[in-house]
């Protein structure tokens, strides 16, 4: 039985600010990380995964209206040029401010969304789901999700 360890990396990219005083920082703070996947059978993440999903941080002054877009890889590239097809299904990103009170948003990774911030300090989480075929070449996947965060 052949398995697979695909990780997918993050990347980041905060545009802005558009005010002469807005600020913003925006952070990867853990890999989307499938550990070992199965041969044939698809493995799953949810953005709500405490340690597997993938995670930004992203800081914009409260109350700003900011928009996101990620890039998202439609494969894993792996050993000897071995591709892995990955998907991000509709609800498979998250995003949630820590200040308290602050309500997790579920949301498309694939379309770029608008928020109006309620909190300076805000996380995106990111899950998806890998297809391994069921002659997956062993060995370590990775490709990089990027996340733009642009004040509006």
């Known amino acids: 039985m052949n398995r697979h360890f695909p990780v997918l990396l993050l990347g980041m990219l905060g545009l ?14 853990r890999n989307l990380a499938f550990g070992t996947v199965i041969a044939g059978i698809p493995t799953t993440v949810t953005p709500t995964d405490p340690s597997r999903s ?36 509709s609800s498979d990103g998250l995003i949630v401010g820590t200040a308290p009170g ?17 909190s300076a300090r805000n996380e995106v989480f990111l899950g998806g ?6 002659n997956q070449p062993a060995g370590s996947y990775s490709a990089t999700v990027t996340l733009t965060v642009t004040i509006q």
């Open 16 to 29: 802005g600010p558009r005010p002469a005083t807005a600020q913003l920082q925006v952070s990867g703070i």
């Open 54 to 89: 993938g995670q930004f941080e992203f800081i914009a002054p409260t109350n700003s209206t900011v928009r996101l877009d990620l890039t998202l890889p439609t494969a894993l590239q792996g050993p000897s040029a071995a591709t892995m097809p990955i998907n991000f299904g």
């Open 102 to 118: 602050s309500v997790p948003t579920r949301f498309n990774p694939k379309s770029n969304r608008t928020y109006k911030l309620t």
């Open 129 to 134: 789901t890998v297809s391994p075929a069921i």
